[in-house]
């Protein structure tokens, strides 16, 4: 499928940098009356244009973060959508900004493991502009969502190259426990980094600790011991940068300093019973006191 350039339109929602393609945004206007939300602060309230009523969504409040104080001085995105008419206040809208002139990386849907996500690609600058998704702003903000005919726009396509030694790399989901580790073959792993600065995701699911940069491309990294056990392991000494088998996708996998290399499985012995998560991992093996669990990174990132 063909991707189209469209001009972006940058604006501001607390202490996010966000952008829409300018296709999606019918009129920008400042100050405008609308009716308050007696309900609930999803959506705030609506507003009367001649096409009818129009939703006015707090894009603070979609983001997580609390209502915007002050909405008598906030600007309101009216968006082109005729089903689904919705109007986003954010703070200020700062400029248009044409795709060409930055390294945009997209976030994939099935990464995410979520059916809208918020965020559809984030550029590479610093603070991070994210790119916004349509659907997942209708998804975040309770509206129905379905396919629509919307602008692409043009990605730049993940770095294929991995390392093809035939060996597995372990460390343990837990610093805490020791002795259950989970294994990954190097031809998986694409790099190791050390103490890397872990930018937040607007809109991800809680077992995904955020993204980093990884050769242009924004990488989201998933905190294991949080999706497969609900603890978190609170603090990334380092990030494995691993390829999902099957596919260009790169995922970024929290784990401790605590790391060790095996030539291969030889020396272990299948476990006949795989743990309660079994859809999650491919085997599980033991060598003594060690239990290897070897994980499916399809399945853990749908």
């Not at 580790?181 to 809680?206: C, D, K, T």
């Not at 691993?242 to 995922?251: G, V």
Request: some cysteine; aromatic content about 6%.
């Amino acid at each position: 499928m063909s991707h189209e350039e469209h001009t972006l339109i940058q604006f501001q929602s607390r202490h996010y940098q966000l952008a829409l393609p300018l296709p999606w945004i019918n009129r920008i206007e400042a100050g405008i009356t609308f009716t308050p939300n007696s309900r609930g602060m999803t959506p705030l309230g609506w507003v009367e244009t001649d096409k009818g009523r129009n939703s006015v969504l707090d894009l603070s409040i979609c983001l997580g973060n609390p209502p915007h104080p002050n909405p008598g001085k906030a600007q309101f995105l009216f968006l082109n959508d005729s089903s689904r008419p919705m109007v986003l206040m954010v703070d200020r809208v700062i400029r248009a900004r044409r795709p060409h002139s930055m390294a945009i990386s997209p976030i994939a849907q099935e990464l995410l493991g979520l059916p809208s996500p918020l965020v559809r690609g984030i550029a590479l600058e610093n603070p991070p502009l994210y790119v916004l998704d349509f659907e997942g702003l209708a998804h975040q903000c309770g509206l129905p969502t379905y396919p629509v005919n919307r602008p692409r726009l043009k990605f730049i396509q993940p770095d294929s190259s991995v390392t093809s030694a035939p060996m597995l790399i372990s460390f343990p989901i837990h610093p805490k426990e020791p002795q259950q580790r989970l294994g990954l073959s190097l031809r998986q792993v694409a790099e190791i980094l050390h103490h890397p600065h872990i930018e937040p995701l607007p809109g991800g699911p809680s077992h995904i600790s955020g993204f980093i940069w990884w050769r242009n491309l924004a990488i989201p990294v998933i905190d294991l011991n949080l999706k497969l056990f609900g603890s978190s392991q609170n603090q990334a000494e380092r990030i494995i940068v691993a390829r999902i088998p099957m596919t260009e996708h790169y995922i970024g996998l929290v784990c401790c300093s605590d790391m060790h290399t095996e030539k291969d499985l030889s020396s272990f012995q299948p476990v006949p019973s795989l743990p309660s998560d079994g859809d999650y991992f491919l085997g599980t093996f033991q060598k003594g006191d060690i239990l290897l669990i070897i994980p499916n990174l399809k399945t853990l990132c749908a």
